[in-house]
Nanobody
Framework: QVQLVESGGGLVQAGGSLRLSCAASGRTFSSYDMGWFRQAPGKEREFVAA????????YYADSVKGRFTISRDNAKNTVYLQMNDLKPEDTAVYYC??????????????????WGQGTQVTVSS
């Protein structure tokens, strides 16, 4: 089992940047694929980015491609989401999630077993 804690959210103006971090407990972080998801008020949770155990495979949602970068440091048990050129439509609670199943890197929320508590990102226009 793994516990996840996100940090780095906040209020930023459009065009600005934030870096989210997700720290994982335990000694098996490198066994998990990791994903970032977000949920805006009144909307379903949506996929943002995912990275495989060793970092070789990365997926992005089309809406963030070219602006967001996911990375991980297995020595620090941490996954990051660098968000540049933020837009008001990026406003949401951002969650990191972990998947230990051995399969193709997942992008559906239901494929992830472990979730953090979320961190709020607000982008003002």
């Amino acid at each position: 089992q793994v516990q996840l804690v996100e940090s780095g959210g906040g209020l930023v103006q459009a065009g600005g940047s934030l870096r989210l971090s997700c720290a994982a407990s335990g000694r098996t972080f490198s066994s998990y694929d990791m994903g970032w998801f977000r949920q805006a008020p009144g909307k379903e949770r949506e996929f943002v980015a995912a990275i495989s155990r060793g970092g070789a495979t990365i997926y992005y949602a089309d809406s963030v491609k070219g602006r967001f970068t996911i990375s991980r440091d297995n020595a620090k048990n941490t996954v990051y989401l660098q968000m540049n050129d933020l837009k008001p439509e990026d406003t949401a609670v951002y969650y990191c999630a972990a998947d230990r199943a051995f399969r193709v890197l997942a992008i559906r929320p239901e494929d992830y077993s472990y979730w953090g508590q979320g961190t709020q990102v607000t982008v003002s226009s």
